[in-house]
C-alpha cells in the first residue's frame, strides 16, 4: 500500500451507538498510533502498539475507548456509549521500530461524528 | 509538565516576506522536536526534525535549549506554503505532543 490507510473516513453515529475506526499501517511498521484532533487543536495521542501489544495507553480518556492489534498490523479503535464530545478526527500513525530517525507517517484521518 | 505552546493561530504574510512560526516547549528531559506541516486537504505529513539538522522547502528550524524553543523559520515566503504548521515533541514511549497549529496564510 502507498500509506497509511484509515476507513471510514467519515463516520456520523448516533449518541449511546458503538463504533468502530480501522487503521491498516505500512506493510513492515512495528510501531503503530492513534490520535485525537478536535476542533482547533492539534491531535492528542490516544495510544501507541509496538507489535501486537499496546506499549502506552495513557492517553485513552476512560473506559469507553479501547483499541486491538490482533496481528500486529491492523488496528482498530473501539468507542463503547458514544458521546457528543468524542466527535472529532481521529488519526492513525505508523513507523518502523521507534529510534532517533523513525518517521511516523499519518492516515488521513476518520472524522467521527456524534449526534 | 509536557507541553508544546504555539502562540499564534494565525500568522498571514504576503509572498516573498519572511516568515516565523513561534514555537515553545516544556520538557524535563533531552528534547526531540518535529514540525510537521498539513496542507488543505491532504494528510499531516513531518517537515523537518530538528536532529537532522536540515532544510526542507526553504524552511530552518534551530532548537534553543536556553530559551526552549524550536520556531520555524523561511526567509521568503510562497503562496504554496499555506497550509497549517504544528510544533510537535517526542516524548518518552514515542508518543508525539502537538502543539494547537498555526495556520500560515501567504498572501499574493
Known amino acids: 500500500g502507498a500509506g497509511v490507510s484509515q476507513t471510514p473516513s467519515n463516520k456520523v453515529t448516533e449518541k449511546g451507538k458503538y463504533v468502530e475506526l480501522r487503521c491498516d499501517p505500512i506493510?513492515?511498521?512495528?510501531?503503530l498510533y492513534w490520535y485525537r484532533q478536535s476542533l482547533g487543536q492539534g491531535p492528542e495521542f490516544l495510544i501507541y502498539?509496538?507489535?501486537?501489544?499496546?506499549?502506552?495507553d495513557s492517553g485513552l480518556p476512560n473506559d469507553r475507548f479501547f483499541a486491538v492489534r490482533p496481528e500486529g498490523s491492523v488496528s482498530t479503535l473501539k468507542i463503547q456509549r458514544t458521546e457528543r464530545g468524542d466527535s472529532a478526527v481521529y488519526l492513525c500513525?505508523?513507523?518502523?521500530?521507534?529510534?532517533?530517525?523513525?518517521?511516523?507517517?499519518f492516515g488521513q484521518g476518520t472524522r467521527l461524528t456524534v449526534v | 509538565a509536557q507541553r508544546v505552546t504555539q502562540p499564534e493561530k494565525l500568522l498571514s504574510v504576503f509572498k516573498g516576506a519572511p516568515v516565523e512560526l513561534k514555537c515553545n516547549y516544556s520538557y524535563s528531559g533531552s528534547p526531540e522536536l518535529f514540525w510537521y506541516v498539513q496542507y488543505s486537504r491532504q494528510r499531516l505529513q513531518l517537515l523537518l526534525r530538528h536532529i537532522s539538522r536540515e532544510s526542507i522547502k526553504g524552511f530552518t528550524a534551530d532548537l534553543n535549549k536556553g530559551e526552549t524553543s524550536f520556531h520555524l523559520k523561511k526567509p521568503f515566503a510562497q503562496e504554496e506554503d499555506s497550509a497549517m504548521y504544528y510544533c510537535a515533541l517526542k516524548a518518552a514511549t514515542n508518543k508525539l505532543i502537538f502543539g494547537t497549529g498555526t495556520l500560515l496564510a501567504v498572501q499574493p
Open positions: 502498539f509496538q507489535g501486537t501489544g499496546a506499549a502506552d
Open positions: 506493510s513492515g511498521h512495528t510501531a
Open positions: 500513525a505508523s513507523s518502523l521500530a521507534p529510534g532517533q530517525h523513525t518517521e511516523a507517517f
